[in-house]
């Protein structure tokens, strides 16, 4: 995910502050597919001001002691080209499912099933918790949201709905002591 790419997009919607721009992710639900530090989104806000993506529509002077003003940014000519970049360069982008547990499951015939089990179980609760949400959002707006946008919402949807299968799975392997059984596979290969 390209933070530049989300940044753009939100401008060339209407002028923002930074805070706003995080709002904007939070009011649309994509904080639960982009994960977007406040740190990390001034920095890009910065490089792309250097870079002339953005500029200062507007500057709010804020009441108070040492208190900075506050800079409303805009897009540029040469920020909507690259936002066309973007957007073509992450949609030709190869793809590589990740989990955070998929580091683990090789080595969990070292651990305790008894440990892991309410790790995946509150795992699998959130994952419910996230299908019902974007169903949710969905159902409420997705009659007047963009087509591009219901779509991504959908595969979050469907890549949700696949982690909870396979973590009902991962749960019952736990539960039945068959995910750290090691069978007949040796503990190591040989060179």
């Keep these: ?6 940044i753009l997009g939100l401008l060339t919607e209407c002028n923002r502050h930074p805070y706003e721009i995080r709002q904007a992710v939070k009011a649309r639900n994509w904080h639960m597919t982009f994960r977007i530090k406040d740190g990390s989104l001034y920095y890009a806000v910065d490089q792309m001001r250097e870079e002339g993506l953005i500029e200062v529509a507007e500057t709010i002077h804020v009441q108070g002691d040492n208190r900075p003003d506050k800079l409303v940014y805009r897009i540029t000519e040469k920020g909507r080209s690259a ?5 073509y360069g992450e949609l030709g ?3 590589y499912p990740q989990h955070p ?3 683990s ?3 969990v ?8 089990e309410p790790i995946i179980a509150k795992r699998l609760e959130a994952c419910e918790e996230r299908i019902k949400h974007v169903s949710r959002v969905l159902e409420i707006k997705g009659e007047w949201l963009p087509r591009g946008a219901v779509r991504m919402i959908q595969g979050m ?3 949700s709905e696949t982690e909870r299968d396979w973590l009902r799975e991962l749960l019952e392997d736990a539960r039945t002591g068959m995910l750290t059984d090691n069978g007949d596979v ?5 060179n």
Excluded: G
Aim: hydrophobic share 55%; no cysteine; proline share 8%.
């Design 101 to 103: 547990m998929f580091a």
């Design 157 to 159: 949807l469907r890549f």
């Design 1 to 6: 995910m390209s933070i530049r790419l989300i």
């Design 83 to 87: 936002l066309l970049d973007l957007i």
């Design 109 to 116: 015939r070292y651990a305790d099933n008894r440990l892991m």
């Design 105 to 107: 499951l090789p080595f």
């Design 93 to 95: 982008q190869e793809f």
């Design 186 to 190: 040796p503990d190591q290969h040989p």
